[in-house]
């Protein structure tokens, strides 16, 4: 069965930093595109960043540019683990965050993921 499983959520004072983590079990996701998606209460799910296969390449919605980082262990594909560095949180960062895998190489978005993680819950005061 494959999972998806985040870990590294918390709570956090404003300006703060969080690592998420999230590791691949059942089958690899070495050749997918992975992504982080965040959802608030009373909110739709959203994109929050992606990767692609190679983690050459990355994308981020325009709020978390230049605070979020993507990236991607394929040094160890045994490992298959994607993580998410978040530093100057913000409370309008809070949200439930997922960890999910695309059904393609390039990108993931809302409409192409293939699995999604359980979700790990990102908490920031002001």
């Known amino acids: 069965q494959v999972r998806l499983v985040e870990s590294g959520g918390g709570l956090v004072q404003a300006g703060g930093s969080l690592r998420l983590s999230c590791a691949a079990s059942g089958r690899t996701f070495s050749n997918n595109a992975m992504g982080w998606f965040r959802q608030a209460p009373g909110k739709e799910r959203e994109f929050v960043a992606g990767i692609d296969w190679k983690g050459s390449n990355s994308q981020y919605r325009d709020s978390v540019k230049g605070r979020f980082t993507i990236s991607r262990d394929n040094a160890n594909v045994a490992k298959n683990t994607i993580y998410l560095q978040m530093t100057s949180l913000e409370p309008e960062d809070t949200a439930v965050y997922y960890c999910?895998?695309?059904?393609?190489?390039?990108?993931?978005?809302?409409?192409?993921?293939?699995?999604w993680g359980q979700g790990t819950q990102v908490t920031v005061s002001s």
């Open positions: 999910a895998a695309g059904r393609s190489s390039a990108a993931v978005g809302l409409s192409t993921v293939q699995s």
